[in-house]
Each structure stands twice: as C-alpha cells, then as structure tokens.
C-alpha cells in the first residue's frame, strides 16, 4: 500500500545540537515530497519541497533535506536547532502525475536550553 | 493573490448536534481538499474534489459527514449528527496544475464537540 511514513513520533534536543527527522514513503514512482512544521495552535507552513533535479534541497529557517531515492526517504535536517523550532513536523507526498496529497503522522520536536 | 479562505475558525458544538464548514479555494484551483487533524495526529484526507465532482471519498465517514461542491468553487462540510471523536481542525486545501504543484492549506476550523 502506498503511504508516508514518519518513524520517530517525538524527538527531544538541545538548543545548538544538530537535527534529523526521517520520513520514508512507499509509492510506485518518485513521488512529490514536502516537508510542512505547525506550531501549537497555529497552520501549516511549508519549509520545503522536492519535485526533481538536485537531490538536497534548501528551504525556509535554515533547514534542509535529502532525497535518497535507494532508500525512500527524504530527511528533513538542521545544523543548529533554535528554541523556536520547536514544533510539530510533517513530511507530505503527492503521486508524481496526480492530484493527492498525503500527510504523514508527524514528528513532535521538543528543543532544550 | 488570496489565500484559501475557510469559516467559522472556531466551532464549539454538543454531540448529536449538527455543524457546516466551508472552503473557498483560490481563484482557478480545480482541485480541493477536506482534511481532518485530530490533536496530536497527522492531517488525513476526507475528501478531494476535482472541480465539482469528487475523486477520492474513500476515507470519509459517510454516515455522517458529507460535503459539496456545487458550482466547483467553493464547497461546504457538514457533519449530522456530530460525535465526541469529531472533535479535531478541518483543515481545507487547492492546488492547480498551473500553481506549480504547490498545494494551499487555509487556517482551519477548530472544531470542539463537547
């Protein structure tokens, strides 16, 4: 079945340490990847996305992301965690050709003083 | 240009009662989306619309949730009779072909069933 896969449901670490979220997808094709953080109470917002070409992709906020094609997955990273990063964290895929759009379940990041 | 408009933001209504949302995607988006996020949880698919005619229903609970989208514009989701469980935001979404696939979430409605 085809799905996006978030492994760690909680991460905790300290402010200045460095940080990965994993997502791994299982769909036929490359799909579209999007990685997308919601602070508490507020809507989603998009911190990247890959649709081909370049397989590290930069986005918003300092974070970036890999595409491993071998290995399904695009992880989300971050040299340096702020305090503000703290959040919810979801990694999103859409069919390459198609319409849909699927979210994962989300990692929870707790940052550290 | 505006972004995909959603009301009432907030929605605190009684188990047994009934409650509408509605979504007005961005101007030209022929495609649009329901999801629903329960606290703690990832957005999951309710319903996608391409313009009026719906293309994948498959996760929403038809005893009680429908929704519409008349004229392909905008659309409206109604829950009858509303559960505890329903409890959750109702997040709506568009996207276009010529948007550059990037889809459009709205702010959501936050919906409280006590």
């Known amino acids: 079945a085809q799905s996006v896969t978030q492994p760690d449901i909680h991460i905790t670490v300290s402010e200045g340490a460095s940080l990965e979220l994993r997502c791994n997808y299982s769909?036929?094709?490359?799909?579209?990847l999007f990685w997308y953080v919601q602070s508490p109470g507020q809507g989603l917002q998009l911190l990247l996305k890959y649709f081909s070409g370049d397989t590290l992709v930069q986005g918003i906020k300092g974070f970036e992301a890999e595409f491993k094609r071998s290995q399904s997955s695009f992880n989300l990273r971050k040299p340096s965690v702020h305090w503000s990063d703290a959040a919810e964290y979801f990694c999103?895929?859409?069919?390459?050709?198609?319409?849909?759009?699927?979210f994962g379940t989300g990692t929870s990041l707790t940052v550290i003083p | 240009e505006a972004g995909v408009a959603q009301s009432p933001r907030y929605k605190i209504i009684e188990k047994r009662q009934s409650v509408a949302f509605w979504c007005n995607p961005i101007?030209?988006?022929?495609?649009l989306y329901w999801y629903q996020q329960i606290l703690g949880q990832g957005p999951k698919l309710l319903i996608q619309?391409?313009?009026?005619?719906?293309?994948?229903d498959s996760q929403l609970p038809k005893d009680r949730f429908s929704a519409e989208r008349l004229k392909g514009v905008d659309s409206t989701l109604k829950i009858q009779p509303a559960k505890l469980e329903d409890s959750a935001v109702y997040l709506c979404?568009?996207?276009?072909?010529?948007?550059?696939?990037?889809?459009?979430f709205g702010p959501g409605t936050r919906l409280t069933v006590l």
């Open positions: 101007s030209g988006h022929a495609t």
């Open positions: 979404a568009s996207s276009s072909r010529t948007s550059g696939r990037t889809w459009y």
């Open positions: 769909y036929g094709a490359t799909p579209y």
């Open positions: 999103a895929v859409a069919p390459a050709g198609g319409n849909q759009f699927y």
């Open positions: 619309f391409q313009n009026n005619g719906v293309v994948d």
